[in-house]
């Protein structure tokens, strides 16, 4: 229920606050869903329009703060790690390219 918080009228970032304190407690021993609830939190708070700016802007630089737990989220490592290595063949493709091209 917390995730969809930040969609719902009359939320303030104090109210935001006490909700990511109560998280923090509940998955102490789980950073990984604490992360996903934050995300989730994240991604509605951008979605909403019942939440005057003002507002969203300090519930963001509040989220943030946990930013390092969604750094080490399973998830996203493994899409960087996938996203570096079509970067490199990219690169590297690129490179054959360039070459070949140099050569000519």
């Given at each position: ?26 998955y102490?021993?789980d ?59 990219k ?14």
């Amino acid at each position: 229920m917390y995730p969809l918080l930040p969609a719902m009228r009359n939320v303030d970032h104090k109210l935001m606050q006490r909700v990511m304190d109560e998280l923090k407690k509940l998955y102490k021993d789980d950073e990984v869903t604490l992360a996903q609830q934050l995300v989730w939190m994240e991604l509605l708070l951008a979605r909403t329009d019942t939440v005057p700016v003002e507002e969203k802007e300090k519930i963001r630089r509040s989220i943030k703060m946990y930013d390092p737990l969604w750094e080490e989220h399973p998830k996203v490592r493994q899409i960087r790690a996938e996203s570096e290595a079509k970067g490199e063949a990219k690169g590297k493709a690129e490179g054959i390219v360039q070459g070949e091209l140099l050569t000519l």
